[in-house]
């Protein structure tokens, strides 16, 4: 992921705890921040709206929420895919 900083202050503003425990990629953010199911959904929207992807299109995404490292591999996954996908779509209109 290009910055980081940016997931961990979305993952900041939403935590419905907020503790003095700095977040790393190790942090879990239903054990350490204690995100419930409400606090989750809005994180999905939130990552939606910052990066263009649905982090539900995952055929894992339940096994991911839990560590900042793996949110952050799949938000990868996702923006390396519609890149992908986008990039094909041009080839094909010029083809």
Do not use: W
């Amino acid at each position: 992921m290009e910055n980081t900083n940016e997931l961990y202050e979305i993952i900041e503003n939403l935590s419905p705890t907020k503790l003095n425990k700095k977040i790393d990629d190790n942090t879990n953010i239903m054990e350490d921040l204690h995100f419930d199911s409400i606090a989750i959904v809005e994180f999905f929207v939130e990552i939606e709206r910052k990066y263009g992807v649905d982090f539900t299109e995952l055929p894992d995404f339940l096994d991911r929420i839990s560590c900042v490292k793996y949110i952050q591999r799949g938000i990868d996954e996702l923006i390396l895919k519609n890149r992908s996908s986008a990039n094909s779509g041009m080839k094909e209109q010029k083809g």
